[in-house]
C-alpha cells in the first residue's frame, strides 16, 4: 500500500508538470524510495511527494541528448543511462570519442581522396549514386563512412571536383548537401548521486575508454559532463 501511495504522489507531480501520462519517463529505484524521472527540463531525482528543483541531467524535452534508458544500480547509490548525442562536424565529435577511435578515423580519412579516385574509375559507367558506391568502403558502417565524412569537410573541394566528374558523382555530392549527415556517438554513464548534484554539478571522473566495437550507426563513448563513464 505504501508504494502504491508513491506512485500516485509521484506520477501526480510528472503529470502536473508534463500534462501527459509518463510512459517511459519514470524508473523507479530499487527500494522504490525514489525514481528518475524525465521532465521537459532533463532528467530529476525525485522522492514521492517532491517538487523538482535542477535537473540532474538537462536538457530540452526534444533533445536528442537526453537518457534513452535508465537503469539503476541494485544498491540504489545511482544509475547507468544511455544517450545519443549527434553532431554536425567531425572536429566536434571527436572530442566525445574515445582517443584510439578518433585515430582510427583520422587514419582512414587521408586514403580517402584514394578511395574517391578509385571509385570514380570503377564506377564510370554508374547511373546513379547507389550504383556508384556499390561495393566501395563507403557502403560499409562503422569508421569508414565517418572518415569518409571527415574528410569532406576538411577537403570538399578536393573531393567534389572529382565526383563531379559524372552525374552519379554529382547526385552524391547534391545527397551529402541535402541530408547533411550527423557523427553520432552513443555514450553509456554511469550517474553516482553521491557525487553528480542537480543542474550537472559535480567532479566528472576520468574518462575510460569503453571496450565496446564501433555501434551500427555512431561510436560507443564514456560520457562528458557531470556524469561518470562506466568501465569496461
Given at each position: 500500500?505504501?508504494?502504491?501511495?508513491?506512485?500516485?504522489?509521484?506520477?501526480?507531480?510528472?503529470?502536473?508538470?508534463?500534462?501527459?501520462?509518463?510512459?517511459?519517463?519514470?524508473?523507479?529505484?530499487?527500494?522504490?524510495?525514489?525514481?528518475?524521472?524525465?521532465?521537459?527540463?532533463?532528467?530529476?531525482?525525485?522522492?514521492?511527494?517532491?517538487?523538482?528543483?535542477?535537473?540532474?541531467?538537462?536538457?530540452?524535452?526534444?533533445?536528442?541528448?537526453?537518457?534513452?534508458?535508465?537503469?539503476?544500480?541494485?544498491?540504489?547509490?545511482?544509475?547507468?543511462?544511455?544517450?545519443?548525442?549527434?553532431?554536425?562536424?567531425?572536429?566536434?565529435?571527436?572530442?566525445?570519442?574515445?582517443?584510439?577511435?578518433?585515430?582510427?578515423?583520422?587514419?582512414?580519412?587521408?586514403g580517402v581522396?584514394?578511395?574517391?579516385?578509385?571509385?570514380?574509375?570503377?564506377?564510370?559507367?554508374?547511373?546513379?549514386?547507389?550504383?556508384?558506391?556499390?561495393?566501395?568502403?563507403?557502403?560499409?558502417?562503422?569508421?569508414?563512412?565517418?572518415?569518409?565524412?571527415?574528410?569532406?569537410?576538411?577537403?570538399?573541394q578536393l573531393?567534389?571536383?572529382?565526383?563531379?566528374?559524372?552525374?552519379?558523382?554529382?547526385?552524391?555530392?547534391?545527397?551529402?548537401?541535402?541530408?547533411?549527415?550527423?557523427?553520432?556517438?552513443?555514450e553509456i554513464?554511469?550517474?553516482?548521486?553521491?557525487?553528480?548534484?542537480?543542474?550537472?554539478?559535480?567532479?566528472?571522473?576520468?574518462?575510460?575508454?569503453?571496450?565496446?566495437?564501433?555501434?551500427?550507426?555512431?561510436?560507443?563513448?564514456?560520457?562528458?559532463?557531470?556524469?561518470?563513464?562506466?568501465?569496461?
Amino acid at each position: 500500500m505504501k508504494l502504491i501511495s508513491h506512485l500516485v504522489l509521484l506520477l501526480g507531480g510528472v503529470l502536473m508538470i508534463t500534462g501527459c501520462l509518463p510512459h517511459e519517463r519514470v524508473w523507479w529505484s530499487p527500494d522504490g524510495g525514489q525514481a528518475a524521472v524525465l521532465l521537459e527540463d532533463g532528467l530529476h531525482v525525485l522522492k514521492p511527494g517532491e517538487t523538482p528543483g535542477a535537473p540532474l541531467v538537462p536538457g530540452n524535452s526534444q533533445s536528442a541528448e537526453l537518457p534513452g534508458g535508465v537503469s539503476w544500480l541494485p544498491d540504489g547509490s545511482g544509475f547507468v543511462m544511455v544517450r545519443t548525442r549527434a553532431f554536425p562536424t567531425w572536429d566536434l565529435a571527436r572530442v566525445h570519442i574515445p582517443a584510439k577511435e578518433v585515430e582510427e578515423v583520422e587514419r582512414l580519412s587521408l586514403g580517402v581522396p584514394g578511395w574517391v579516385e578509385t571509385l570514380m574509375a570503377s564506377g564510370a559507367t554508374a547511373k546513379t549514386s547507389q550504383e556508384l558506391l556499390q561495393g566501395s568502403p563507403l557502403t560499409k558502417r562503422g569508421p569508414q563512412m565517418a572518415a569518409f565524412l571527415c574528410a569532406y569537410e576538411r577537403k570538399q573541394q578536393l573531393i567534389d571536383a572529382m565526383l563531379k566528374r559524372s552525374p552519379a558523382g554529382q547526385e552524391l555530392i547534391k545527397q551529402i548537401q541535402e541530408e547533411k549527415p550527423l557523427h553520432v556517438v552513443h555514450e553509456i554513464c554511469v550517474v553516482d548521486l553521491k557525487t553528480v548534484k542537480p543542474g550537472g554539478g559535480g567532479a566528472a571522473h576520468p574518462s575510460a575508454e569503453p571496450a565496446g566495437p564501433y555501434l551500427p550507426q555512431g561510436f560507443l563513448a564514456p560520457c562528458h559532463g557531470g556524469v561518470s563513464p562506466i568501465d569496461g
